[in-house]
């Protein structure tokens, strides 16, 4: 089974983020944008994992984070694209520094490490993939528009839980479902 660990986001959030969406889309540009109702906070992508095997220590892992931290606020703010220099491959929101969030993914992070899952090389930053360019069409001019929203607070999110997610993939794109839920104390 396919899993990943991640934040699910509010439908205030949604509906704020499917509104610019819909204007990116105006742009023409050559970007496939994502649909905003299946979008999630990712933590952590686990991939394929032995539901017999790995999924009780995954589970466990979880379960220990989620009761070693309580409930926070997140700020979603901030725009940008991936690589920060050269052609735009990826657009994304992103979210206002946030000392518990790098604290419960770093600690995800370390206990999967203890169960043979590899570490990210690289830090987390937490942020929405929206869209992936496909060709250079339009593209200086999303980039216009997507600048308007670099320094505007889209919304607050209330984090309460951490979801262990199933990504099923099918020929219309991914979908998830929730394999546990774990309540922050």
Do not use: C
């Not at 204007?23 to 496939?32: C, E, N, Q």
């Not at 999110?157 to 479902?177: C, F, H, M, T």
């Amino acid at each position: 089974m396919r899993v990943f660990i991640a934040i699910e986001l509010s439908d205030e959030l949604k509906l704020a983020l499917t509104e610019i969406v819909l204007k990116l889309k105006k742009s023409g540009a050559d970007v496939r944008w994502v649909n905003v109702q299946g979008m999630h906070l990712t933590l952590k992508f686990l991939g394929e994992v032995d539901a017999q095997k790995e999924l009780p220590g995954i589970e466990q892992a979880l379960a220990e984070t989620s009761a070693k931290y309580g409930s926070f606020k997140l700020v979603m703010k901030g725009t940008g694209v991936f690589p920060e220099r050269g052609r735009p491959r990826v657009f994304w929101m992103g979210f206002s520094e946030s000392a518990e969030l790098l604290a419960i993914q770093a600690d995800i992070e370390s206990r999967l490490a203890g169960l043979g899952f590899m570490a990210e090389a690289r830090p987390f930053r937490a942020h929405l993939t929206l869209g992936r360019v496909k060709g250079p069409a339009g593209l200086q001019k999303a980039v216009t528009l997507f600048e308007t929203w670099k320094e505007k607070t889209i919304g607050t999110l209330d984090v309460n839980r951490l979801i262990l997610y199933q990504s099923i993939l099918r020929p219309k794109g991914a979908e998830y479902k929730i394999v546990k839920d774990y309540s922050l104390q």
